[in-house]
């Protein structure tokens, strides 16, 4: 794999990297998550909280019992519900929070069991998917997040970029085989968030965001390898049910900005790149993933107007320790 083969100017990528503001993210990342479990007892809460974080005891979750009073619930990023017997009180105490709170997130525990995998599973993909802001703070901070979080912002990062090539003004249509030039001015801005996507996945990996030289040298080779352009056009064509021999230019913002996604995960976890044939299985996963994407064959003229991404809860990443 060429780091930066398929970029015309290195110039550009040094010029992005200069104007990235990290300052406000590194901020956002090692701000502590703060978590409120509720439990018809103390030991029930501490068995859900540990099932939840990966820790015993975590520093960032408060444990009570459901019948102590909760005065101040916008301190708590969010509140996790568990009351196997589906009381009416609980059922009451719900709604009571949700009418005196506008920020935190309420769940319930969708189980009679505090240590249930599957229900602490699917809390922290909807913590994940719910609170972008804390996203990075909750992977960075407990060991279990770790998965979630970053399928959380590469999720959100390529619909970013999808949408952006849908709307922005440019052609509609990269030539399978045409230059770099021909993506023009967008591909910068495209760059840009695969950046500082790439640096939420450092910060969700527990990297030292004090050492911005570091990070921007790990930066740039792995979001490099995203630019194989011409390579997610040829998979897409492929794979994508497009005639004459192109495609649109969301699929290729989309998938190339999930295998870079899936590129810095791998190196955050590993300690190296990823290989030329498991970038491509990257590639082709992402194009995979497009196809269940109900905004991708709509009419273009409307496309915009209701641009939705149906959330994947499954694994997409090739079997090496990647939990989706």
């Known amino acids: 794999m060429k780091p930066m083969g398929a970029i015309s100017n290195l110039k550009n990528l040094t010029q992005i990297l200069r104007e990235l503001s990290l300052d406000e993210l590194k901020e956002e990342a090692e701000r502590p998550p703060r978590i409120l479990v509720l439990a018809p007892d103390l030991d029930a809460a501490d068995a859900l909280a540990e099932t939840l974080t990966g820790e015993v005891r975590s520093p960032y979750v408060t ?30 105490l719900i709604e009571d929070l949700g009418k005196r709170n506008n920020k935190s997130l309420i769940i319930t525990w969708m189980s009679t069991d505090p240590t249930d995998p599957l229900a602490a599973q699917a809390v922290r993909v909807r913590m994940c998917n719910h609170l972008p802001d804390r996203v990075m703070a909750l992977g960075r901070h407990m060991p279990a997040f770790v998965a979630p979080a970053v399928k959380a912002v590469i999720d959100d990062t390529s619909a970013a970029n999808a ?59 792995v979001a490099g390898a995203g630019f194989f352009w011409r390579t997610v056009a040829r998979e897409a064509a492929t794979l994508l049910p497009m005639a004459s021999g192109t495609v649109p ?62 959330d994947d809860t499954t694994n997409e990443q090739p079997t090496n320790g990647y939990v989706g």
């Open 63 to 92: 444990c009570l019992r459901l019948d102590t009073p909760v005065d101040r619930l916008d301190v708590y990023d969010a509140a996790i519900i568990f009351d196997p017997d589906a009381r009416r009180e609980t059922r009451k």
């Open 163 to 221: 949408q952006f090539a849908l709307i922005a003004n440019v052609p509609s249509i990269i030539p399978l085989f045409g230059t770099l030039a021909t993506v023009g001015a967008d591909l910068l801005v495209l760059t840009k968030n695969q950046l500082l996507l790439t640096y939420k996945i450092a910060a969700i990996h527990g990297r030292d965001l004090d050492d911005k030289s570091r990070i921007a040298r790990e930066m740039a080779p």
């Open 249 to 310: 230019k969301v699929a290729i913002a989309y998938s190339g900005t999930m295998a870079i996604g899936r590129a810095a995960d791998y190196f955050y976890r590993f300690g190296e790149k990823p290989s030329k044939g498991l970038m491509k299985s990257y590639i082709q996963m992402g194009m995979e993933s497009l196809k269940r994407r109900q905004f991708l064959f709509k009419d273009p003229k409307t496309v915009e107007a209701d641009f939705v991404v149906i």
